[in-house]
């Protein structure tokens, strides 16, 4: 927790610079806000949110769960609940922020580029013409909290956690397949895959409850399970390494025919 709570700190006070050089009324304020949006940081601290979502929201609520009266006088705990307390509040303005964001880049796609500009880092992925395309991180967020709530709330409801998984991976996989809400094809055809292998890993794990007392099957299961996960795995760090390697090597062509003209 604490690691977290020193990166949102570093965010929170980069971010605040601009605020605070026009409060003190400093002649370089607009120089710093022109290059704090050209490096993407204004939307550095919500995408922070979006990728530790699932972390950030079990670290919190398993807090609350632990929360008491004594924790209060405990100077390590005082600070675990204030920290809770001020993420409870981001995690859940956090889907309505992203929604209205979402809106309003959707509207302002053509007509306000400084406005696109600022944003285009989190949707650049995304069709920015569609309404219920712009909406897949909020759909995102809300899956993450439904799993975390149940994970914490829940722990001994095994049953109704892997019903949830598959339930919820279910209805994304529908609204990526009818949307299509993403701009590369590639990209939405991996989401399919990795929907499509998180249910097949969700299944399995019935065997891993008391619906199969037999220690053996679920060893060979086990083994299974495995194979689904280093699949997933595999296929998704290949995709990542061709597309990288083809960045690169653009990048690099583009470099040295840049050479060869300043020597001409």
């Known amino acids: 927790m604490g690691e977290m709570f020193l990166v949102e700190l570093i965010y929170l006070c980069f971010t605040g610079l601009v605020p605070l050089a026009k409060w003190l009324c400093i002649r370089q304020s607009e120089r710093i806000e022109n ?21 950030i929201s079990i670290c919190t609520i398993m807090t609350f769960r632990l ?25 859940v303005v956090m889907p309505f922020t ?12 053509d007509s306000d580029w400084s406005y696109r ?7 650049s992925e995304l069709k920015g013409r569609s309404k ?28 109704f956690q892997i019903y949830l ?10 609204y990526i397949l009818s949307e299509k809400p993403h701009k590369n094809p590639k990209q939405g055809k991996l989401e399919v895959f990795n929907e499509l292998t998180v249910s097949a890993a969700c299944y399995w794990l019935f065997i891993f409850t008391d619906l199969c ?13 495995v194979g689904i996960i280093l699949t997933n795995l595999l296929v ?29």
């Open 67 to 91: 929360m008491t009266a004594s924790t209060w006088k405990q100077p390590q705990l005082f600070f675990n609940n204030v920290w809770a307390l001020g993420n409870l509040g981001i995690l």
């Open 132 to 159: 219920l395309s712009m909406l897949y991180l909020t759909f995102f967020t809300l899956r993450r909290y439904a799993i975390a709530l149940c994970l914490i709330a829940m722990p001994d409801r095994f049953l």
């Open 165 to 174: 998984q598959i339930l919820s991976s279910s209805l994304f996989l529908l």
């Open 213 to 225: 007392p037999d220690s053996t099957r679920r060893y060979q299961a086990g083994w299974a399970k």
């Open 98 to 109: 992203v929604a209205y964001i979402a809106m309003q880049f959707h509207k302002k796609f």
């Open 236 to 264: 998704n760090v290949s995709v990542m390494m061709v597309e990288s390697f083809f960045e690169y090597k653009l990048k690099i062509k583009t470099w040295w025919i840049r050479r060869k003209l300043a020597r001409m």
């Open 117 to 123: 500009r600022k944003y285009e880092d989190i949707f």
């Open 35 to 55: 290059y704090l949006k050209s490096v993407k940081l204004f939307n550095s601290f919500l995408r922070f949110y979006l990728e530790s979502m699932l972390e």
